[in-house]
Nanobody, 125 residues
Framework: QVQLVESGGGLVQAGGSLRLSCTAS????????MGWFRQAPGKEREFVAR????????YYADSVKGRFTISRDNRKNTVFLQMNILKPEDTAVYYC??????????????????WGQGTQVTVSS
């Protein structure tokens, strides 16, 4: 079992930046590819970014490519999402998720076995 806890959300003006963190406990963190998803009110949860087990490969949704960066520190059991040039449409609850499989570019929610509780990001115009 893996427990995931997100932090770093908040309220920011459009054009600003936030850095989300997700810290894992329970099992060997480097055994899992990690992803970030988000869910806006009234919408389905959607893929944002994914990073491979050792951090060598990253994948992004087109909507965030060039603005968001996913990274991880396996010594600290933490995955990060640096979000720059934020837009009001980025407003959502952001979730980190763990995937047992190393298959590249898995973007569906049911591909991920472990989930955090989410952290709210609100971008004002």
């Amino acid at each position: 079992q893996v427990q995931l806890v997100e932090s770093g959300g908040g309220l920011v003006q459009a054009g600003g930046s936030l850095r989300l963190s997700c810290t894992a406990s329970g099992r060997t963190f480097s055994n899992y590819a990690m992803g970030w998803f988000r869910q806006a009110p009234g919408k389905e949860r959607e893929f944002v970014a994914r990073i491979s087990r050792l951090g060598g490969n990253t994948y992004y949704a087109d909507s965030v490519k060039g603005r968001f960066t996913i990274s991880r520190d396996n010594r600290k059991n933490t995955v990060f999402l640096q979000m720059n040039i934020l837009k009001p449409e980025d407003t959502a609850v952001y979730y980190c998720a763990g995937d047992e499989y190393a298959v590249p570019y898995r973007t569906r929610t049911h591909d991920y076995k472990y989930w955090g509780q989410g952290t709210q990001v609100t971008v004002s115009s």
